[in-house]
């Protein structure tokens, strides 16, 4: 009896993938073991900033809406230079009246005992009252103003701070799918190619089958005659 022919085509190893920029890896698909690996490169300066942007928003969010003895002086100061700004207009603005009004009943009466000068300034007095007042609520506005505007930086730094992580983060994702699309087009072509040695192999496997059984066949036919 003859041997029959067996097939053994060899498993294609797996094939990793990369990408390069200006010559330099940027991002690698590899496999050890059953394991396989990505690994995204990053540059000093892509480093840097990551970094940055870790620490400061670990350093950041904590205290983010906590506000410390420095940052309320410093509100406190700018209320008081906007509360005093205010006050100062509306002395520079009572002053000239009340004294048009005293030199205009004294012109007209001689002096300011009388009906006529305690009208207008109760008419002044009324009106800077009505500053007065119209001033604490734009003070206690400007303060309230002050704080949203603090919060509303810190807020915009906190994003800011994720932006740079995302955009670092969705930057090696995009490398490290062109180089797992790279590894894919690479063991696609080495599972065709293992594919088509398969078939090559197993038809030729058949045909030495079928010759040998057909050499077989033959020689029993030459013994017989023989015999």
């Not at 620490?55 to 940052?71: G, H, I, R, S």
């Not at 730094?157 to 090696?172: D, E, M, T, V």
């Amino acid at each position: 009896m003859g041997k029959t022919s067996s097939v053994n085509v060899a498993t294609p190893a797996f094939a990793g993938g990369s990408i390069s920029v200006n010559g330099k890896n940027k991002a690698t698909i590899s496999k050890q073991g059953n394991m396989v690996n990505s690994n995204y490169n990053m540059d000093e300066f892509e480093q840097s900033i990551y970094d940055y942007a870790q620490k400061n928003l670990a350093q950041n969010l904590p205290n983010l809406n906590v506000f410390d003895n420095d940052t309320k002086k410093d509100i406190k100061a700018q209320v008081e230079a906007y509360k005093q700004k205010a006050m100062q207009s509306l002395n520079e603005m009572y002053q000239p009246m009340l004294k048009n009004l005293t030199n205009n009943v004294a012109s007209r009466f001689g002096n300011t005992d009388n009906s006529a000068f305690l009208e207008g300034l109760n008419s002044l007095e009324n009106y800077r009252a009505g500053a007065l007042a119209s001033i604490a609520q734009d003070t206690q506005a400007k303060q309230s103003e002050l704080y949203k505007n603090e919060l509303s930086n810190r807020y915009n730094y906190i994003n800011l701070l994720n932006s740079l992580i995302g955009g670092a983060n969705s930057n090696a994702l995009n490398y490290l799918s062109s180089a797992l699309s790279n590894s894919n087009a690479g063991n696609s072509y080495n599972s065709t190619l293992f594919n088509q040695n398969l078939t090559n192999a197993m038809n030729t496997a058949k045909t030495n089958n079928d010759n040998m059984a057909n050499l077989q066949a033959a020689m029993a036919v030459i013994a017989m005659l023989m015999a």
